[in-house]
């Protein structure tokens, strides 16, 4: 079996920034264990996985797993697929696509980026010892948030301190022994608004490029901190990520812009579906 795989760098500004996803178009959907075995083999930050959909809800279903496993939710492999899917479709505006832990998400075309339409999860203040994130952060954030189990925000005055950071992941995953905890580290930016780090080696990804996902909670938070709706924002990991950010009611809409850079076919051998 020949699958397609198309490689997209997405919330970049040109070659060789953003964080590249796989996104492959399947027929059907495929065994778990296959699914995670060739986002195994592509070691990407993500694969995302479409599947037509016969529903009016949506276009594709959407899956994204990690080289070590499935995700609830992936911003930038989502914002992948729709650039992917809209490149095949120039008749189409948007993109939906049914996902199973976020509900409908949407990429739709816009002058010069794209519109990619998450659910706002809100952070809330959380009144905690900050001793263990400062050891795995290697600095004191000023305060923590968070949202549920899975997200920490790390709160800190200046965008130096957070480029300034070298956490330790055995320590990142300590915080959280037996859940996939993204950890956050979010500053006032320089030439954005905002400026962050997301590290999440629970998931098999230590630093992630760029985070789609992460600024879902860190919107909502951010909004309220600046007292406006609308701001721009910059991941500073090495490769880079520039987003705009916006929060609409109960959605966060992240605008950027996504690359192909690598179109193939993913050899399937037989043996790999019987078992």
Known sequence: MRLPLIQ?????????????????????????????????????????????????????????????????????????????VLDALPDLARARFLTRQAGVLEVAREADALAMRLPAWPAERRVANTDSVAAALGARPNALWARGQDYLVALFDSPDEVRALAPDFRAILALAPGVDLMLIATAPGEQTDVLSRVFVPACGVDEDPVTGSAHAVITPMWARLLGRNSFTAHQASVRGGWLACELAGD?????????????GEYDLPDTALAG
């Open 251 to 263: 959605a966060v809409i992240l605008r950027g812009q996504a690359r192909t850079v690598i179109r």
């Open 8 to 84: 997209v760098d997405a919330f970049g500004r040109g070659p060789f920034t953003g964080n590249p996803a796989a996104v492959m178009m399947l027929p059907h959907w495929l065994p778990d264990p296959v699914l995670q075995g060739i986002a195994a083999d592509n070691n990407l930050s993500e694969t995302a996985y479409l599947v037509p959909h016969d529903g009016g809800e949506a276009d594709f279903q959407l899956r994204w797993f990690t080289p070590k496993l499935e995700v609830a939710l992936c911003g930038h492999a989502t914002l992948a697929s729709g650039h992917v």
